[in-house]
Nanobody, 110 residues
Framework: QVQLVESGGGLVQPGGSLRLSCAASGTIFSMGWYRQAPGKEREFVATVSWSGGWTRYADSVMGRFTISRDNAKNTVSLQMNSLNSQDTAVYYC??????WGKGTLVTVAS
């Protein structure tokens, strides 16, 4: 059984940065981040391969967000820069396209 715990969410001003982390237990292959804004469906944000050598991003975050993973610690991180109000959402960690964390809230507001 895989368990995921996210951390790092909070309130940030437009243009600011946040770093999300996800700690995983169990056997992990692919890892990624999704988000769900109020009144909207959950959407893909970014994913990273097991080796960390391959990444993919949603067009809306390309160039602003960076996903990375540390297999020794079984963690995946999401560095978010140049945040704007449209990035406000609950961010969820995903593993193996199957398991989900409980989410961490990111609010971008002045």
């Amino acid at each position: 059984q895989v368990q995921l715990v996210e951390s790092g969410g909070g309130l940030v001003q437009p243009g600011g940065s946040l770093r999300l982390s996800c700690a995983a237990s169990g056997t992990i292959f692919s890892m990624g981040w999704y988000r769900q804004a109020p009144g909207k469906e959950r959407e893909f944000v970014a994913t990273v391969s097991w080796s960390g050598g391959w990444t993919r991003y949603a067009d809306s975050v390309m160039g602003r967000f960076t996903i990375s993973r540390d297999n020794a610690k079984n963690t995946v991180s999401l560095q978010m820069n140049s945040l704007n109000s449209q990035d406000t959402a609950v961010y969820y960690c995903n593993a193996n396209n199957q398991y989900w964390g409980k989410g961490t809230l990111v609010t971008v507001a002045s």
